[in-house]
């Protein structure tokens, strides 16, 4: 029993002085083992990683259905000079979207949220313009293609847009792990719409194919669905 007006021990106030608590804090974080890898590390092995999954998931794609390295660029090569523009526009697109849900910043709170938000919104329909408006594949000289059947519902783009989009959602999110504290939310989204745009852009260095459906069913659906997919399952995960 307390007597009244005194205060319960239930919520007495720490009378410890500050420079006990803040040596006492101090310590803690000493006998704290630190990760193997700053997160700058674990973040620059990672976009490192995707570039490399990514370049070995559409050579040996190519190889086994095209017998070539990059049936969708030798296409094109021959049939749209168009292409190389195309090209450093979809590479440019997925390092600013990379680079934004990557970012840790000198704070360590990362990209703030309108960026997250520009880049989780706008990839997608960027991506759709640059290879709808003016296919570069439309027009392929046949000579180049192989006996391979492209489908018109883009089912083979499909399974290797999961493949690299899986790939480097995992690379991301793990890198990121515990790394940025706020916003997860929509860096799980921005990390999902990386994902999406590494997928993106290695079909269409892989692919030949200039069908419509074919593009937005193998190509640019998957951007959408890696977006909610990293809005769904990584928030979590960034905090555990």
């Given at each position: ?212 459906l074919h593009i937005l069913i193998g190509h640019i659906l998957p951007i959408v669905a890696f977006t909610l997919l990293g809005v769904v399952s990584i928030p979590r995960i960034l905090r555990v």
């Amino acid at each position: 029993m307390t007597k009244p007006g005194m205060p319960s021990a239930r919520f007495a106030f720490d009378e410890r002085p500050p420079d006990l608590l803040f040596a006492l804090i101090q310590g803690d974080v000493r006998n704290t083992a630190a990760p193997r890898a700053g997160a700058q590390w674990r973040i620059a092995i990672a976009v490192s990683l995707a570039a490399v999954m990514a370049g070995a998931v559409v050579v040996l794609a190519s190889q086994l259905v095209y017998h070539r390295y990059a049936s969708g660029l030798e296409v094109a090569v021959h049939s749209a000079p168009y292409l190389l523009q195309v090209l450093l526009l979809l590479v440019a697109l997925t390092c600013v979207v990379t680079l934004i849900a990557m970012w840790r910043g000198r704070n360590g709170l990362g990209s703030g949220a309108r960026s997250l938000y520009l880049a989780s919104a706008l990839v997608a329909p960027l991506y759709a313009a640059l290879v709808l408006v003016s296919p570069v594949h439309l027009h392929a000289d046949e000579e180049v293609l192989s006996d391979a059947t492209i489908s018109r519902w883009g089912l083979r783009c499909l399974l290797i847009s999961a493949i690299v989009g899986l790939l480097v959602l995992t690379t991301f999110t793990v890198a990121l792990r515990r790394s940025i504290p706020t916003a997860n939310g929509l860096r799980g989204a921005a990390i999902g719409t990386a994902a999406g745009a590494w997928a993106g852009l290695s079909v269409f260095i892989f692919c030949p194919s200039g069908d419509l459906l074919h593009i937005l069913i193998g190509h640019i659906l998957p951007i959408v669905a890696f977006t909610l997919l990293g809005v769904v399952s990584i928030p979590r995960i960034l905090r555990v």
